[in-house]
């Protein structure tokens, strides 16, 4: 697969046509059908990205992405063709307007190509909760791409895209990059525009991006970046520039936080990260052992927080305002909004939303949700004292475990909500964070997670790329 | 702590869903195995605090206040699955009987 910057660079200056890209990103999409990835994408639509594309280069535009496919996960809107966020609510959902994403990747010459799979309404580490069918791991078919914008992870990982969007809420991009062995970053909160993603959990939600390289991710993140009018928590910053590696990491600390490498982790897992923090020191880097006191808070605080806000923003879906309209038994509104929300509703949804709105509830707020904004405060600070004491950058594995198996743990949610274990607290402090791929283990990507302070997402780009050059990604660790 | 039954139905009516009755003791487990696990966070001493966290930026930016050409693709009516007379449509509230 071509890199980002040379797609660009040939469709800029006439070496290729954004027609003939179109042409190959058509027979890459119909070859990975078995994946399963895509939910909706067109030919025609394509060429007709392609020739608006070709008619600006003609035009002489200097377009940043000129002809670079990139695939949006099926909650970021777009406005021709459908957004179901894989949920029989939204069968047919074509929304009215643009996300500012979107609208950032077409003005800098990005072809959009296609709407990918994912968990429905975002909410999954697997991408088996889709109403249209789970997505295969592209190395192995009974395996999950993680979640939940695993369409987007297969469909970079499988070479079909170079690049594209996801969404993160509580590590819903750095998982599935970690497992299908791409690049997966999640910049600061409120670093990129949120509007037109569709809400899941407010406070955390992050348009990230997948590349196969740092760089090809990068330059995505670089493109949509930026405060934007049309979302108030965006923060007054310059879009993220991509990076320029030094050559080492001389000058930079970095911090092994001692809860992320638990004795019972994957001993795969444990052998990749052990050769990454081996291949930091030769880098130069100064390794620090720390200490984030609160993290095993993180999981059981995510699945109050976020469920509370999704309970929130999905009472939209109500057949009145959004959602596939249902008639229920007595023909009253209540009876509508009931019957659409029952049966629009998958089962992974249904229950974050009854958990949210319990721990809503009048008796249990207290208990729980409140319990919960102080447990966040807490992983906050915690990753607050670290880089305070003088560490730049924190370096883990994303994951405990390489790719499970599909419907492994679909039985048992806390199970699920445990592969996030890693990813999560991250989200929680809203901090940037990024997975990418530091080897193999019996044929199996493992990620590796670099997570930076506020607003440093720059630094954090700059070094993984320095890692990315010196760390094998596809070589076996075991 | 243990859910049961009759508080999963009442959750879901809270949350206007609809539940059949077969379905509830399946929920009333899982919704009890979620709550449980999330539960440990009673163990937060309570002399442990931090200054609250806020996401994005400290101050939120204020817009214009001012009315400005919306992008879209079609005015509202075209979102409505019913509609007549630019009014949406929707099933009367109260006696059953439909709009």
Redesign the interface.
């Known amino acids: 697969m071509t890199s980002v910057a040379r797609i660009a660079e040939r469709v800029r200056n006439g070496g290729e046509t954004a027609g003939a890209v179109a042409s190959r990103t058509a027979a890459a999409l119909e070859d990975s059908t078995g994946l399963n990835a895509t939910l909706h994408w067109s030919r025609e639509l394509l060429h007709r990205r392609a020739g608006e594309i070709t008619e600006r280069v003609s035009a002489g535009e200097q377009l940043p992405l000129a002809g670079v496919p990139v695939a949006l996960k099926d909650n970021i809107v777009s406005t021709d063709e459908p957004t179901t966020c894989a949920s029989r609510m939204l069968v047919d959902y074509v929304s009215p307007y643009e996300a500012t994403a979107v609208t950032r990747l077409r003005e800098a010459g990005a072809l959009l190509a296609g709407k990918a799979n994912l968990d429905e309404f975002a909410m999954g580490s697997s991408t088996e909760h889709s109403a249209f069918g789970r997505v295969r791991h592209p190395l192995d078919p009974e395996r999950v791409p993680g979640g939940s914008s695993g369409g987007s992870a297969a469909l970079v990982a499988a070479g079909v895209v170079p690049a594209a969007l996801g969404s993160e809420t509580g590590g819903s991009v750095r998982q599935p990059a970690s497992f299908c062995g791409v690049v997966g970053v999640k910049p600061t909160y409120g670093r990129v525009s949120r509007y037109g993603l569709v809400a899941f959990g407010s406070s955390l939600d992050c348009i990230s991006s997948f590349g196969r390289t740092v760089d090809d991710a990068a330059r995505v993140l670089a493109v949509i970046s930026g405060p934007d009018p049309f979302d108030s928590t965006t923060v007054d910053r310059p879009p993220i520039a991509p990076p320029e590696p030094p050559r080492d990491l001389r000058g930079i600390t970095i911090g092994l936080p001692r809860e992320y490498f638990p004795d019972d982790l994957d001993p795969g897992v444990r052998a990749g990260t052990d050769r990454t923090i081996a291949a930091l020191k030769e880098l130069g880097a100064e390794l620090r052992q720390v200490s984030l006191p609160h993290t095993a808070l993180a999981v059981p605080t995510y699945y109050i927080i976020a469920p509370a806000e999704a309970a929130a923003n999905l009472a939209r879906y109500d057949g009145v305002r959004y959602g596939q309209r249902r008639i229920g038994p007595n023909g009253d509104i209540r009876a509508l909004y009931q019957a659409t929300r029952g049966e629009g509703f998958g089962a992974e949804v249904r229950r974050r939303i009854l958990v949210g709105t319990y721990v809503l509830s009048a008796g249990y707020a207290a208990q729980y949700y409140a319990k919960a904004q102080r447990a966040r405060a807490l992983i906050a600070a915690d990753f607050a004292a670290v880089f305070a004491g003088g560490v730049d950058l924190l370096f883990t594995p994303t994951t405990p475990t390489p790719a499970f198996r599909a419907g492994e743990k679909t039985d048992d949610p806390v199970a699920m909500y445990l592969a996030d274990i890693f990813v999560s607290p991250a989200s929680l402090a809203g901090l940037p964070a990024m997975s990418l791929p530091i080897g193999r283990s019996d044929g199996l990507p493992i990620g590796g997670q670099l997570i930076a302070p506020m607003f440093h997402d720059e630094q954090m780009l700059a070094a993984a790329a320095v890692l990315e050059r010196a760390v094998p990604a596809v070589e076996e660790v075991r | 702590m243990t859910?049961g039954a009759d508080?999963?139905r009442h959750?879901?009516r809270?949350?206007?869903?609809?539940?059949a009755d077969d379905e509830l003791p399946v929920?009333a487990k899982?919704?009890d195995?979620?709550?449980g696990?999330?539960?440990?966070?009673?163990r937060?001493p309570a002399d442990?605090?931090?200054?609250?966290?806020n996401?994005?930026?400290e101050s939120?930016?204020?817009?214009a206040d001012q009315v400005n050409p919306?992008?879209?693709?079609?005015g509202p009516m075209?979102?409505a699955?019913e509609s007549a007379d630019g009014f949406?449509l929707?099933?009367?509230?109260?006696?059953?009987?439909?709009a």
């Open positions: 859910i508080q999963v959750i879901a809270l949350a206007e869903i609809a539940v929920l899982q919704l195995r979620i709550v696990y999330v539960a440990q966070l009673d937060l442990e605090d931090a200054a609250p966290f996401a994005g930026p939120l930016r204020l817009r919306w992008p879209m693709i079609g075209a979102m699955p949406f929707v099933p009367r509230r109260g006696t059953g009987a439909e």
